[in-house]
């Protein structure tokens, strides 16, 4: 993005049309490239005189600075002076404080006395008095990333960016929305998608509509036309308030295409908060498996993408969870209407306690979890309970009273998994031709074999081992139902005795 000083658009016909460069002006790009590649090792001040010269000769000196504001970012410029600058400042000032320098004889004095206790000489001493002053820096290396049409194409993005710093409103419409609209949530926008008689659009709240212009809002919005440039086919419309007049900015595929430009980065999350709530959520043991941007959901005219879903890992069931930041008032009233139209979907609402909306979404037949700051893993927990209640009561009653596994040995957790259902859902079922040990399913005839075979005095790991022989894991709690306990002798083994 240029700085707003550089920005050139044209308001014919009462529009708002950035001035893009055509093919005419890629020899203006090479040359710019030139100024810069020429003057390697030598000052910045002697840098800006050559580009100032070119300025002269260009049509516009605002695309001769714009291509120099790209190009200055692949630059790099050292400080070079044989005394440390702020040492030689700090002498020479310091010893021009104790004498009257009024002539350039005193001049002289003074920085051959700084030379003298500095150990050098007084020429030293005065090249190196403001060497660290930005127009007195060296340029020591320049690598550029574009070619010279590389440079105009890249300038046309930027100038676009800067066009739309003063939008209200952008409206657009691509070939993949989804794509475009996981862009929109990684960089924290407030965006709403409507329904058209062709299709959808995305709109997204421009930096303008907010109560104070945001330069970090802003400067995620502009990033934003990075990812749609990317896209084949797209159109956007955006509404522009120039120092207080509306005007309308339209843009399409044929207008921006920038080689090598990588789009919005496919990270984790943008937001912190989500991050942090999914790396927790999914280190939990759950029956729900969190889905990242589910399908989107119909609301009237509109359509709502949650950020996450639930699933339920036994059942076709799932359960929507969108998180509400901090948003303006007006973008969280569109919000709740958008909620308040949705039918038959089971949606969770984690508030920003900032918001103060915890009650209208409770109406809206919502349930609303209030956080601060982070969003507590527990309460999303402990609100799924209540659905996975009825979710294991419904696949309790659709199972019979009596199961019979045909495995001499199973366990619970095999036998749910057998019947598609959770553990739960098992647990109080009756097992006329097995036992419970723990959460081992065992045959009568099994245990008594078992009994045979072992006996006390056996080492733990061979009386392991016969357990293992007939697929039972929990040697804890089968030897404890067959009458022993493990005596432990330091850490070199245990063997069994008769409880």
Known sequence: MLTKDLLRVSRRGGGYRPQFTDADDERLAARVLGVYQGHVGESRADLDTALTDLEGEASDFKLVRGFASLLDREATFETRAAVDPERARATTFDLAADRVVVTETDREATLAAAAE????????????????????????????????????????????????????????????????????????????????????????????????????????????????????????????????????????????????????????????VEADFATRFRSLDLDWTLVREPEPLESGAHVVIPDFAFDYDHAPFRVFFEIMGFWTPEYVEKKLSRLADLEDVELLVAVDESLGVADDLALLDHRAIPYRGTVRVKDVRDALRDYETDLVAESAAALPDELRPESDVTTIAALAAAHGVSEDAVEDKRFPEHERVGRTLVRPAVLDDLAARLEAGMALAEAESVLDEVGIDDASATLSRLGYRVEWAGLSGGTLREK
């Open 117 to 272: 206790r500095l150990g050098t000489t007084a020429e030293r001493v005065a090249s190196s008095l403001y060497a660290d002053r930005e127009r007195r820096q060296v340029l020591v290396a320049f690598d550029p990333r574009w070619t010279p049409d590389e440079l105009r194409r890249q300038y046309d993005l930027s100038l676009a960016q800067t066009a739309l710093f003063d939008a209200t409103e952008v409206r657009v419409r691509t070939a993949d929305p989804k794509a475009f609209v996981s862009a929109v949530k990684r960089l924290r926008l407030m965006y709403e998608i409507r329904r058209t008689d062709d299709g959808r659009e995305v709109v997204v709240t421009g930096p303008d509509a907010l109560f104070h212009a945001s330069r970090r809002y802003g400067t995620r919005f502009a990033r934003l036309l990075r990812t749609l440039v990317k896209v084949e086919d797209w159109q956007l419309e955006a509404t522009v308030d120039d120092r207080g007049t509306e005007r309308t900015l339209s843009l399409d595929a044929a207008d921006l295409s920038v080689p090598d430009t990588d789009p919005v980065a496919e990270p984790g999350f943008d937001s912190g």
